[in-house]
């Protein structure tokens, strides 16, 4: 045992002797955490659009003006012409384009009916669909208070926003952007670091010393599954005092979640260092492999329930969809441990499965 | 001529050996690219939902047969119990509870005003807003099949009607395939560039043979272009069979010209391969390396609009924008691709990636060190 | 320019610090054309450092240093284009072939195709590796990696070629058939400068230079450093400087 700890003593100099590496790990998580917690939104702000208004009545003047004045939406410009639509959109000047028909007004008032249409770029469908959603709001909002009869519908939709009260979109994104980090870094870190001593030569001799193989491991293992819980601690505290992300669960359970997500991402990077014995490959898979995954089907940016079912199933594979689902019900229902065993149990077996492989692809080399 | 012709060749020897690496550029982003297509679509459907019925009328059958019949709920049945309400949202056994009250029917009938409650899991404010909307349009279909027996409501009283007519041109069923496809391969085609031609340098570096080729009268700028072109190489075909697929797996539209496609790639390329040439200039080691590619790569990626839109994001982050090649060639593909944009309607982006391109590579070849 | 003289290298005042360490202190000395140079020391003594400033790779901190007749501050460029270096690492690509290897290191100091597979198929010959030379470098025995890399560090026929630390870690037979190749070199009029920490390998240099700490403690043939000395071999005259230089430090 002596043994064992003077080798983890060393493994442990050796990363927190490096100043600068140790800058770049322990700042890289919080930055990014940091950046996309106020950078990714799915809420629309400052969306361009320009307006043909054919009509140029009170009615149409009065919504072009509500629609500038409007915080989301930035009005460009005026058009003349339907000429100019095209051009518009080919230089990617604006998303949207509100058209109002010829007497607006007077239709409105004579027919009882009038026309706008809204011309909108779907290259990108989501800001389309949302920017049309919007634009639809000011303009029947104008409507119904110009014309109002006083007479609401006599029924209300109460919307009661569990959880999350504000609509937040942090609440999504930062245990996202958590999980990303944990992930990739994590992993990226375990297996670069067992397949440095392969490419130096120096797991030879690691491994004709009277350590274990499994001491050998675990004391490479070890210095990184401390920094990775700094890390995820560092970046629970910028959601709780940046983003203002509650931890209503208590901590311990939280960063034993943390943990035992950890210890999956080192596992699954020690899988990977068995695969190659070249640092630039392990890199790459680490991050190329884990990559999109964990940021497409752990529900990090987009629903998991909207996708189709063989997307969902595939989920299941993903360990950030259980670390997630673990830690929101933590952090943002307050619930303990015993609500999160499935996921748990999940990330538990993820890692004994992946520890399995390690051994069995190690003995295969070694033979 | 002569010795950019060698450094490539040793380039292209050594990457096709490397059995591991072969998959992993030429045939896994394609098949993450085909997979991962289907991750975004914003139409909700099968969303859970429960209802609690404390009416039991007529409406509010009909209401929840209504429900039943949206392909956007798959609707359960609970009854009044304040605390499985919780249950339910706290296990994520639901996304949603509508409770309708009692007395709905009758007092929609004598015009009273009726509240129903909807209890939403909001943690993903996205899906719960989405929900919320279509919770509201489905309520007010009562008032269609109703009108007889809701008749002093009368929704279609005199107020005057705007008809409000979206028509979503470049893509018209809102295929979030089309806007995708462009990303994710974008994304996979830029790491491989920019992260091997990184970790290719700082490896000469490791491994010692920089010194070897250091001692040659080899020019600087020889050496980072026979770096640089494989992987340019490498990229621009990547990103042609990935379009190919998606072409004809997904019909995704090629409205473009082929050629201000290949422009607008190349540029791409070089600016951001000219990113790993720098990074690669400042590390000694692997790990240097990776940390700096990693954390620049995932706010390329993250700010740059491959997922979620570049206007949305705060002024500061949009100026951050401007030294984001990924940010420009996102935005260009997708205009190609669907819009059919040319060089010329694309001319600032055009020269912002030129530039970008050339300056990144001057500077990384001025950086780069023969003798230390 | 000063070739027309008969040194090939010319160093005055050569100094190199690294922060507050001096890896060269103060050396002079000048190469001949044609000569093998042994550059002997102990390890960190500096001797690695010298060879990386003579041949372009280290800035000189200060001092006069000329190599093939040019200066290293201004034309390193042309210098490399005269030189040739084989490092203690011997930089081979461990996943080419042998003849991989040759054509790349040829093809980057701009020998055209024609040449390259004349001037191989004459090194398959000499060598007699014609079973080799489509074997990975990995796959080499050290013996046979070092004669590869000497090959390759002399294949665009430079006039000085800079070995450093060549034999380390081989056995005396391939170090003699190494030797070999060095006696050929320079009868192909190709200047030697070789450093190794083997001092028997020292009676085999024209003259030899001893490092000690950063500093050339003697210089000149082996016959003469040994009536200096008086000593009857390499490792005594050694012995003696370095128990001199520890006496002067205490």
Not at chain 2, 3 to 26: A, S, T
Request: aromatic content about 12%; glycine content about 6%.
């Amino acid at each position: 045992m002596n043994r064992f700890t003077g080798f983890l003593k060393k493994e442990f100099l050796h990363i927190f002797r490096d100043l600068r590496t140790m800058m770049i790990l322990f700042l890289i998580p919080v930055l990014l955490v940091l950046i996309f917690g106020f950078v990714i939104k799915n809420e629309i702000k400052d969306a361009k659009i320009a307006i043909l208004d054919l009509s140029r009545d009170n009615a149409s003047k009065s919504i072009s003006s509500r629609l500038s004045a409007s915080e989301d939406i930035i009005v460009t410009e005026y058009l003349s012409s339907y000429s100019q639509i095209e051009e518009q959109f080919q230089k990617n000047l604006v998303k949207a384009i509100v058209i109002f028909e010829n007497n607006f007004a007077e239709n409105l008032v004579r027919e009882n009916k009038a026309n706008v249409q809204i011309i909108l770029d779907a290259s990108d469908p989501n800001t389309a669909s949302l920017l049309n959603s919007y634009v639809s709001v000011i303009i029947n909002n104008f409507i119904s208070e110009k014309f109002s009869l006083n007479k609401t519908i006599p029924l209300e939709i109460e919307p009661r926003m569990w959880f999350n009260e504000e609509q937040s979109s942090s609440y999504m994104y930062v245990p996202g952007t958590m999980a990303l980090i944990l992930m990739v870094i994590t992993a990226l870190m375990s297996s670069v670091s067992i397949v440095r001593e392969k490419e130096m030569g120096t797991m030879e001799i690691l491994l004709i010393s009277p350590l274990k193989p499994y001491q050998i491991v675990l004391g490479k293992l070890a210095p990184y599954a401390v920094l990775s819980v700094i890390n995820a601690v560092s970046i629970i505290l910028v959601g709780y005092f940046i983003f203002n992300i509650p931890i209503l669960g208590s901590w311990f359970t939280l960063i034993l979640v943390n943990f035992i997500f950890i210890t999956m991402a080192l596992s699954l990077g020690l899988l990977i260092s068995t695969l190659t014995n070249r640092q630039e490959t392990a890199m790459f898979i680490s991050v190329f492999v884990l990559l999109l995954p964990t940021m497409l089907l752990s529900g990090f940016i987009f629903p998991l329930e909207n996708m189709p079912n063989f997307l969902q199933y595939l989920s299941y594979i993903v360990p950030a969809k259980y670390y997630l689902n673990a830690i929101k019900s933590i952090m943002l229902k307050g619930q303990g441990i015993l609500y999160s065993w499935k996921e748990i149990s999940v990330l538990i077996g993820m890692t004994i499965l992946l520890i399995g492989l390690s051994i069995k692809k190690f003995k295969i080399r070694l033979e | 001529m002569r010795i950019l012709y060698r450094l490539i060749l040793k380039e292209f020897k050594q990457i096709f050996r490397n059995k591991i690496m072969l998959p992993v550029i030429f045939i896994i982003p394609f098949i993450q690219t085909i997979i991962l297509v289907y991750s975004a679509t914003l139409e909700l459907k099968n969303s859970d939902i429960t209802i609690i019925d404390m009416d039991k009328s007529m409406i509010s059958a009909n209401l929840i047969s209504k429900f039943q019949a949206s392909p956007f709920f798959k609707v359960e049945l609970m009854s009044y119990n304040e605390k499985e309400i919780s249950d339910a949202l706290l296990k994520d056994k639901t996304k949603a509870i509508l409770i309708i009250p009692k007395d709905f029917e009758k007092n929609l009938r004598s015009g009273i005003p009726v509240k129903i409650l909807l209890n939403l899991n909001a943690i993903d404010s996205q899906s719960s807003g989405l929900i919320n909307i279509y919770v509201g349009q489905t309520v007010l279909g009562i008032f269609k099949d109703f009108k007889p027996f809701l008749s002093k409501i009368d929704l279609e009283q005199q107020m005057p009607k705007v008809d409000i007519r979206p028509s979503y041109w470049y893509n018209q069923n809102l295929n979030f395939k089309f806007f995708m496809l462009p990303g994710i391969l974008t994304i996979l085609v830029s790491m491989i560039g920019i992260f091997l031609t990184s970790f290719n340098i700082v490896r000469e570096k490791e491994m010692g043979t920089i010194e070897q080729i250091n001692v040659t009268p080899i020019e600087k700028w020889q050496f980072l272009t026979g770096k640089l072109l494989p992987f340019v190489l490498i990229g621009i075909f990547d990103l042609t069979i990935g379009l190919l697929f998606g072409i004809f797996m997904f019909d995704l539209p090629f409205e473009g010209s082929v050629y201000t496609m290949f422009i607008f790639t190349i540029l791409f390329l070089i600016a951001g391969i000219g990113i790993g040439l720098l990074i690669a200039d400042f590390s000694n080691t692997l790990q240097q390396s990776m940390f700096m590619l990693l954390f620049f790569f995932l706010i390329f990626i993250l700010m740059g609009g491959t997922f979620t839109a570049v206007e949305s994001m705060p002024d500061w982050a949009q100026a951050i924008n401007v030294v984001n090649p990924m940010y420009y060639y996102m935005r260009v593909v997708r205009s190609i691709l669907l819009k059919g944009s040319g060089v010329l309607d694309l001319i600032k982006d055009f020269w912002a990636l030129l530039v970008y391109g050339i300056t990144t590579v001057f500077v990384a070849v001025w950086a780069y060190r023969k003798t230390v | 320019m000063t070739e027309t003289e008969e040194n090939i290298i010319e160093v005055k005042n050569l100094v190199k610090k690294f922060g507050n360490f001096t890896a060269n202190d103060n050396l002079c000395f000048e190469v001949k054309k044609s000569e093998i140079f042994g550059f002997l020391g102990a390890n960190g003594a500096g001797k690695t450092t010298a060879i990386k400033i003579l041949s372009g790779l280290l800035f000189p901190t200060s001092g006069k240093v000329m190599v093939a007749g040019y200066d290293v501050y201004k034309h390193r460029n042309i210098i490399k284009k005269n030189i040739g270096y084989m490092s203690q690492g011997f930089s081979l690509y461990e996943d080419l072939t042998v003849k991989e290897n040759i054509e790349f290191y040829a093809g980057i100091y701009g020998l055209r195709s024609k040449e390259i597979k004349f001037r191989f198929a004459e090194l398959v010959e000499k060598l007699g590796i014609q079973d080799m030379q489509k074997e990975f470098v990995k796959s080499l025995p050290l013996g046979w990696k070092q004669k590869i890399a000497f090959s390759v560090a002399i294949f665009h026929k430079p006039k000085l070629v800079f070995l450093d630390e060549p034999t380390s870690g081989v056995d005396p037979i391939t170090r003699r058939q190494f030797w070999d190749l060095i006696y050929e070199a320079v009868e192909n009029d190709i200047t030697v400068f070789i450093t190794t920490h083997y001092l028997d390998e020292a009676e085999y240099c024209d003259r030899i230079s001893i490092m000690v700490d950063g500093r050339i403690d003697a210089l000149g043939t082996p016959a003469e450093l040994k009536q200096e000395f008086n000593a009857k071999n390499m490792d005594e005259v050694f012995v003696k400087l370095v128990r001199n230089n520890n006496l002067q430090n205490e």
